[in-house]
């Protein structure tokens, strides 16, 4: 047998033995880390982004009723024939409960906000721990040099120039 298939030989079960496989496991489980940590951070950042969308579309809506409710006392009063401090009274109040409204709503999103971009952070820290992970990978040519060698070492003299013939034409 020539010292080139033996090598090959040795190299294929290399391949196929359990330092192969354990090689192709670690790599398949870091690579389905990588994509569990993207998700995760996806899935907050959406969150994030929802939570803002709900407090601008909530102060929004807070601004709208407050509006409507302005201009109601206004035609209730023009209405009644009424004019003066009984007015700026109901006016007052209705700012003043828009403007508690709005400050719940933003305290709200503001501890939201916060909560969410601190998982954003951890998980961050979790996708860049995965991709940093280092996956050791048999080292081929080390296995098929060292095995071409055992079988140079093992052959005769005629074998290996056989071998060197071979190599050239």
């Given at each position: 047998?020539?010292?080139?298939?033996?090598?090959?030989?040795?190299?294929?079960?290399?391949?196929?033995?359990?330092?192969?496989k354990?090689?192709?496991?670690?790599?398949?489980?870091?690579?389905?880390?990588?994509?569990?940590?993207?998700?995760?951070?996806?899935?907050?950042?959406?969150?994030?982004?929802?939570?803002?969308?709900?407090?601008?579309?909530?102060v929004?809506?807070?601004?709208?009723?407050?509006?409507?409710?302005?201009?109601?006392?206004?035609?209730?009063?023009?209405?009644?024939?009424?004019?003066?401090?009984?007015?700026?009274?109901?006016?007052?109040?209705?700012?003043?409960?828009?403007?508690?409204?709005?400050?719940?709503?933003?305290?709200?999103?503001?501890?939201?906000?916060?909560?969410?971009?601190k998982?954003?952070?951890?998980?961050?820290?979790?996708l860049?721990?995965?991709?940093?992970?280092?996956?050791?990978?048999?080292?081929?040519?080390?296995?098929?040099?060292?095995?071409?060698?055992?079988?140079?070492?093992?052959?005769?003299?005629?074998?290996?120039?056989?071998?060197?013939?071979s190599?050239?034409?």
């Amino acid at each position: 047998m020539s010292a080139y298939i033996a090598a090959a030989q040795v190299g294929a079960e290399m391949l196929s033995n359990s330092a192969g496989k354990a090689a192709y496991a670690a790599t398949y489980d870091k690579q389905l880390s990588i994509f569990n940590a993207s998700r995760q951070v996806n899935a907050i950042e959406d969150q994030l982004s929802t939570v803002k969308q709900e407090q601008v579309l909530s102060v929004a809506n807070v601004q709208l009723n407050q509006d409507a409710a302005e201009a109601q006392a206004k035609v209730n009063a023009a209405a009644a024939g009424v004019s003066g401090g009984s007015v700026e009274q109901v006016i007052y109040e209705t700012n003043k409960d828009a403007a508690f409204a709005v400050g719940n709503i933003n305290a709200q999103a503001d501890a939201d906000t916060n909560a969410l971009s601190k998982q954003v952070q951890s998980a961050s820290l979790g996708l860049a721990s995965a991709q940093s992970t280092k996956v050791d990978v048999p080292n081929l040519g080390a296995a098929l040099l060292g095995s071409a060698l055992q079988v140079a070492a093992a052959s005769t003299e005629e074998e290996r120039s056989d071998f060197m013939e071979s190599w050239s034409s």
